[in-house]
Each structure stands twice: as C-alpha cells, then as structure tokens.
C-alpha cells in the first residue's frame, strides 16, 4: 500500500499537481474522491494522446482494537467511492482474511465490522480486498482494491522466563559485582506499540547478597566474602514486569538457586594436639598402628590432606600415609618394635593441604602439627636364638655320640624364662643327629657318609618352659667333610688300540683318573707301572704331571695274527694325607690303520679278505644282502596271503566251499547227539525242513523222500535227485556240493548199517552185555534203556487199541 501511495504522488507530480491525492485512512472515516468513470474518460480523450485514469477511492489500512469486550461488533472504518451518490446504486463488496467471518461490510453504506474478539498475538493484521460495483448489474464500477486491517495491541500478556527455574553457581569469596548469570524474560505483545513489551527487572528475594541489572537481566554478587563454609546455597527471586516497570505493568517471576563453589581458603586442622596410640611389639612390619586425622572444612580436591612425620625422637620407626578415601592419615610400621629394648615412641606429624590457592596465603599457613605418643605393649614371645642360621662341620665315619656344635636361644622377655630344644623330625626322618634339650649341643647319632649325603640341613626348636605354645626355629647346615677313604681308579673305560705300523715311543692313548673322595684343595694323582724301574718290552706309562698320563709303546711290528689283545696294568695314587693307590688294567687291542693312523678294523677275521676291500665296500655289501632278504621275506608273505584269500575272501560268500565240522560226538554216553539213521535211511528223513543257506519261502511244498524199493533203480534214484535239485527254486545262486547216500532196501542182505539193524517189532534182549565185564558196562545201559523205553511204548499204544 505503501507503495501504492508513493507511486500516486509521482503521477500527480507528472500531471501538475492534479487532485489526485491520498488520503490515510482512520477508523470510522469516509473517503470523498473527485468521480471518474468513462464519461470523464471520453470527455478528457479528445485533447491529448492518452488519459489519466483517476482511482474513486485510495486508503492505507484500517485499526481494530484486540481483546474487543463489547456486545456489539466493533466498528472498524468505512467505504466510500466518488461514484456513490446515495441513491444506493452502488454495491460494495469484501473478500480476503476473515472476510465474512471475522470481518463484515455493509454493501450498501459500505461500514465495516468486526463479528468477534481478535487476538494481535494470534494473528496481527489481516489483509483484504474491497470492490464497487453497480448493485443493478454486478458490473465493476472501479478496480479491485486491497487495504490492510491491523489489530491495535493492549498490554495482555505479562513477561515470561521461558527457562526457569535457573542453577548456577559462583565461587566463594568472590568480590562484588562478580557474574553470576544472565536471564530473559519475553512478552508476548507488540515492543513498536507504546510500552506493552518493555522489560524492567528486579530482585525480590535474595538480598543483600546479589544484584540483577533492571535493563538486562545480568545477576552479579553484591556482597564481599561470602563464605561457602558459612552458607553454600542461596535462593534468589527475580521479577520481570513491563510497562517499564510503571505501575499496572504485568509482571513474572522466576526462580534462580546459586551454588558458592568451593575453594580452598581453608587449612586442615587436627581435633587435637596430642595423639595416644598402643601398639604391641609383635606387629608386624607394615601393619597399621593407629590412625590420626586432620579436618578440612573444604571439599574436593580442596579437602586432600598430606601427612609427613616431622623428623625426630621415634620419626624412623614409622611411616604415615593418606587414606585417599577419608583423609585419614594411616601410621605404619617400618621397623621391628621390641618392649626390652623401647617403650615408648613419640614424633610429630604435619598435615598440608595438597592443592593450594594463591590468593589466600595472606590466610596464614595451611598447615597444622600435632604429636603423636606410641606406647609399645610387652607380648610374650617365643625364644630368640643368637643367630639366625648355624652351620657346622663334621668328618664322615665320625664315631656316633660325638659333639659336632651348639645352638644357643634365651627368653627375652621380662620373666626369662628356661628354654628346651629338640630338633624337627621332619628334617631329621633317619634320626643322624641327637641334641641336648638343656645345653642345646648337637651330637651324631649314625654313622655319616659323605659319598652319599655331603650336607644335612636340620631344623632346630627352642620352646619356653613356661609357655610351650610359643616356639621358634633355626636352621642347622651340618657340612660332612671328606676323609680319604676311595682309592683312585681309571676315569673312564678306556677302548685303546694300537696300531700294526706304530712306532717305538708312540703316545696311544691319554688316560686320566677320578676319586670319590671330596677334593682337598685339588685332587692329584700320579700314575706309574706296577715294576717301577723295570723294563717292559711292549708298553710303558708316561706321567705328565697334570692328573693325566699317556700310555707309550717300547717297540713296533705289532701283529694280529701273533697277539690281537695286550693287558698293560697301571697304579694310580692320589695325593691326600694317607696316601692309597689301586692297580687298574687297560686293555690294548692290535688294529689295522690307515698310513694316517685312523682306526681300519681290530677284527682278526679281517686279515683274510681281500686285498683292497674298505670298510665302507664291505657295509655296502653287507646292506645290500639284507635288502634282498627283506625283499624275499615280503614276497613269501604276500604269496601266502594270496593263498589264504583264494580259499575264502569273505566271510558272507560261501561260493564253491567245503565247509567240515569237526564236531565230536560225546563217546558211548551220549546218544541223543545224532541219528544215523537219519543220515542214510530216506525213509526217516524228517518233513518239512528247509535249506539252512537260502531263505524261506512261503508256498513251497518239500520235497517228499523216494524210497526205492529196488535196490538195482541206484541210478534212478540219482537222476530223479538231480532233476530235483535242478528245479528247486530256493537253491542258492551258486554251485553247492549235494551228497546223495543210499543204501538201497531192495538186497536180500538188506542194510549193513548197525544202527537199522533192529527195525522190526520183535525186541532184543541185551542183558547178556552186562556179562562182558566192566568194559561193556556203558554200553549196556544204554541198551537197557533203549529196550525199557521201546516196551514202555508198546505198552501204551496197545492201550490205546484197547480203548
């Protein structure tokens, strides 16, 4: 709109001062304009190039009161065009924000209205759009105009802190005028119209101890020295009223809770000058005697408390440390106590602060002192022995009951009471030594051996006779020292040869000696030949004085074929003081060697190979020999292998087999075992059983036995056989082997077999079998059952006959 105007006082500017001028609009005021309309135009069109078109009505914007609390609608402004005479042709009408729903014009007078209460907060100006046209024909009489209706803010909303309540914090001690916060309350209402949104803050509660700036907000301290210690929290009220602060103004309120933050203006203090404390004097080293503390009335780091022994009378006996947890200070022991020798300790000890702050060192020092008083407390403790380990000496083969040392212990404690010892039998399970209980001396109680334990260590217990719980221990080294006793004897057993081609004076081999005897000072050994000053003819030994002697020859040519084996004897003496010496014998063997002296063979056999064969030919040939009986061993195996696995490969096939049970019967006695008859007479052969190699079937018939009565139909008997057994169709899928056996019943000796012999109803009487003797005794009692159970059968079918 404002546009709008400006751009109508150019055009008036152009056309000289024409009476087109803008009007601002009030509420309730009319706008008279000069008429425009087509006549005007055709009038005006004939004397220049183009026409001014002349607007009816031009306004800015319009002013409604919010919060409006009348019943009427509230008046708003006026419409007027030039063109409206008042005989009420005219039409005005209204769209835009609101339009006939918060705003309504009258079409005829063109009064406008607002239908309800406005809010400026909500919505601070509507925009519209206002037309006159012919109430007659709806034909727009002037262009579409738009004005602005703005809503005039009243003070409705008091200022508000948006985030309260508010914490903070300032350090204690802090000077006056030291920031705290900043806070801001808002209003709601229009800061451009009169003084609805000004902000004036204030304090309400919290003074004297702070200040709040009435412009910005800004919370500062308003008072020196304020002691954390004293009071740490602080409640303060701030208020926000607008108007600028003018009475009537709405107004706020927040909450600001301000922490004093400590800092270290405060020394550590002890409750007390003087610290009691009792301690035993078996403590231990670095156990805890007593704890002392200094109070800081600071927090935090600022609390953290240092304690140091002032150095002094018992300072060295003791050390202090800070208990990180409570600020404690923690006396320690350092050195062992003993009741006899002090009673009492006392020291001081200083507690500082371990964090400190520059600006109140004028404060005084932040420290304090205080003495600490230790009394020791007598316990009764076990005996103290003079020393804290022994060791003793003692010869071996020592008599038994000889006095090798002493161990002395005493009671040191007030009473002094007697002390007994006695030695851990765990220490001392073969029981070598025995002590005194009284005077404490350690005596053998065996035999001792060096050779077989050089050192025992043994364990001694001293008790109290008036209190036998409390003991101590001592540890006792007895050292068993060395007679000469071993004779020496050859390090080692030596493998000396001596070659064919040696030489007259040729050292063959370095020997050395050793001896059992613990070594007094360096062992020394002499080695001679058992004739000294005799001369042998074959070897000698050579002493080179260092404990090692070399073995010499006293000719050449030796020779397998004469003497393969040479026995030189040698004695060896060690130097202790009673010398002893033992004769040992080095065997020498005749070798072949190369023309450098290395060892060929020492084997006697070897001179009757040939000529030119080497060690290494004859290993060569000796490996290949086992090789080819190694290869001949595995081919006899695999040979046999193969044999075994053409006679069955596997378990499950029986293809081609013959499979013999060798099964034995029970002797005499055992008759139900087999039925031979069954086996040769067809006609006994039992029905309905089936092949034990195939599986069953259901619906075959068995094979019903032919009994040939004619003893010369043999070959028939056989062919009608196979013809079966071709046919069966449960035989295996294989070859199997049948054996047919017949006797025939068509000969007029009929069967040979004895086990058939008695087929007929007639019955035998074997009784004469028990006059055979002895021998026929089993046999006749097998026999006398078969006929008891033949009878017994004859009988009851002869009954059932009867019946």
């Known amino acids: 709109m404002l546009r709008r105007n400006c751009l109508l006082l150019f055009l008036c500017f152009l056309f000289e001062q024409s009476s087109c001028t803008p009007f601002q609009s009030r509420p309730g005021q009319e706008w008279p304009h000069s008429p425009t309309g087509p006549s005007a135009a055709g009038r005006n069109g004939g004397s220049r190039g183009f026409q001014r078109v002349k607007r009816g009505w031009v306004w800015n914007q319009f002013f409604v009161l919010e919060e409006y609390m009348g019943s009427d609608p509230q008046y708003v402004g006026k419409l007027h065009t030039d063109l409206d005479k008042g005989d009420s042709a005219v039409k005005y009408t209204l769209s835009g924000d609101g339009a006939g729903t918060i705003f309504t014009i009258d079409q005829t007078t063109g009064d406008i209205h607002a239908l309800r209460s406005l809010d400026r907060e ?11 046209v012919d109430i007659d024909t709806n034909r ?4 579409e105009s738009e004005f602005v209706i703005k809503v005039q803010d009243i003070n409705d ?10 914490t903070a914090s300032v350090p204690e001690m802090s000077p006056v005028g030291t920031y705290v916060m900043k806070v801001t309350a808002t209003d709601a209402d229009d800061p451009t119209y009169g003084n609805s949104a000004r902000v004036v803050y204030s304090i309400l509660h919290g003074q004297p101890y702070f200040s709040v700036d009435p412009k910005t907000g800004v919370i500062r301290t308003a008072l020196p020295n304020m002691d954390r210690e004293v009071k740490e929290l602080y409640q303060v009220l701030i208020q926000a009223k607008d108007m600028g602060g003018q009475l009537g103004g709405l107004a706020g309120t927040t909450t600001i809770n301000i922490t004093l933050s400590d800092v270290n203006d405060n020394p550590p203090r002890f409750s007390k000058s003087i610290f009691h404390l009792r301690v035993p004097e078996s403590s231990a080293v670095g156990s805890a005697v007593g704890r002392i503390k200094a109070h800081d009335l600071d927090i935090g780091k600022n609390a953290e408390v240092e304690y140091n022994i002032v150095p002094g009378d018992g300072g060295a006996m003791f050390d202090i440390t800070t208990n990180e947890h409570n600020q404690e200070g923690i006396i320690m022991l350092k050195k062992p106590l003993d009741y006899e020798t002090k009673k009492a300790y006392t020291f001081k000890v200083e507690a500082s602060n371990a964090h400190l702050d520059p600006r109140f060192h004028s404060f005084g020092p932040f420290k304090d002192t205080a003495t600490v008083k230790i009394n020791v407390l007598d316990v009764d403790e076990p005996p103290v022995f003079s020393k804290p380990s022994y060791a003793m000496d003692v010869y071996e083969d020592t008599p038994q009951g000889t006095i090798i040392g002493a161990v002395t212990a005493q009671d040191l404690d007030a009473g002094n009471s007697p002390v007994r010892y006695s030695i851990d039998w765990k220490s001392d399970l073969d029981s070598f030594f025995d002590i005194d209980p009284v005077r404490g ?15 025992h260590n043994i364990s001694v217990v001293a008790t109290k006779v008036n209190n036998p719980v409390l003991t101590s221990r001592v540890a006792v080294s007895v050292h068993v020292l060395d007679i000469n ?3 020496p004897e050859l390090a080692m057993p030596y493998e000396t040869f ?27 050994f002499s080695f001679r030949s058992p004739q ?12 080179f004085g260092n404990n090692t002697a070399g073995v010499v020859t006293l000719r050449s040519g030796f020779k397998r074929r004469s003497q393969e084996i040479y026995h030189l004897p040698i004695v060896i003496e060690d130097g202790g003081l009673q010398t002893l010496s033992s004769t040992n014998t080095l065997t020498i063997r005749v070798c072949g060697c190369d023309t450098d002296g290395s060892l060929l063979t020492c084997s006697a056999e070897a001179i009757f190979l040939p000529v030119g064969l080497s060690t290494g030919a004859l290993i060569a040939i000796l490996v290949c020999i086992i090789i080819l009986l190694v290869i001949v061993v595995l081919y006899v195996g695999v040979r046999r292998q193969k044999k075994k696995e053409t006679l069955m490969t596997s378990k499950e096939d029986i293809r081609d087999n013959v499979i013999h049970y060798d099964d034995e019967g029970g002797g005499e006695e055992d008759t139900h075992a087999f039925d031979m008859g069954t086996l040769r007479n067809p006609k006994v052969i039992k029905e309905n059983l089936f092949r034990r190699d195939v599986k069953p ?16 139909d043999i070959s028939n008997f056989i062919s009608q056989r196979l013809q079966e057994h071709d046919g069966d169709t449960s035989a295996p899928p294989y070859d199997s082997l049948a054996t047919y056996a017949y006797e025939g019943e068509g000969s007029v000796a009929e069967s040979l077999s004895s086990i058939e012999s008695v087929k007929g109803e007639t019955e035998e009487d074997y009784d004469y079998l028990n006059e055979w003797g002895p021998r026929f005794k089993t046999l006749a009692g097998i026999f006398g059952e078969r006929s008891e159970s033949q009878s017994d059968v004859t009988s009851s079918s002869a009954t059932e006959n009867k019946h």
Request: charged residues 30%.
């Open 140 to 143: 727009p009489l002037e262009p």
């Open 697 to 712: 079937e259901l619906g075959l018939c068995p094979r019903r036995p032919i009994g040939s009565q004619n003893s010369n």
């Open 157 to 166: 909303n008091e200022p508000k802190f948006l985030e309260g309540p508010y």
């Open 485 to 487: 006793e071993f004779p």
């Open 532 to 543: 000294e000053g005799v001369k042998t003819k074959n070897f000698t030994i050579r002493d």
């Open 441 to 455: 001396t350690i005596s053998t109680n065996e035999l001792l051996d060096r050779e077989s334990i050089a050192q």
């Open 498 to 524: 001596v070659c064919e081609t040696a030489k007259i004076g040729q050292v063959i081999q370095i020997i050395s000696a050793k001896d059992e005897d613990l070594p007094q000072a360096g062992q020394r």
């Open 122 to 132: 909500e919505k601070p100006y509507y925009t519209l759009r206002a037309q006159a």
